[in-house]
């Protein structure tokens, strides 16, 4: 069974910086696209910001200048930058993969999500 392994959470202060990781519990083949979710309590889940396998960005207009999605192929990783983190990005940080593993068809993967907690 395929599972997205995320990592990186945790309690930071407000303008504090956190790095969140995710890669697949299995080989990857190929990573299409790639995105973090955020949901907040009673708020409905947002796109944090996503990247094609064309390099090309995407971010939610507050998360602008101060988040960075990358990957790197080699290790089949996918991380999210936060700087200048506020204590409204407080939430659970989702990774969603849209992959290929090897015998199955392109498909979207979730993770479980990584809680992110920005407080002093």
């Known amino acids: 069974q395929v599972q997205l392994v995320e990592s990186g959470g945790g309690l930071v202060q407000p303008g504090g910086s956190l790095r969140l990781s995710c890669t697949a519990s299995v080989p990857i083949e190929t990573i299409n696209l790639a995105r973090w979710y955020r949901q907040a309590p009673g708020k409905q889940r947002e796109l944090v910001a996503g990247?094609?396998?064309?390099?090309?960005?995407m971010y939610g207009e507050s998360m602008k200048a101060r988040f960075t999605i990358s990957t790197d192929n080699a290790k089949k990783m996918v991380y999210l930058q936060m700087n200048s983190l506020r204590p409204e990005d407080t939430a659970v940080y989702s990774c969603n993969l849209r992959m290929r593993v090897p015998g199955t068809p392109l498909l979207d993967y979730w993770g479980q999500g990584t809680q992110v907690t920005i407080s002093s």
């Open positions: 990247i094609g396998n064309d390099g090309a960005t």
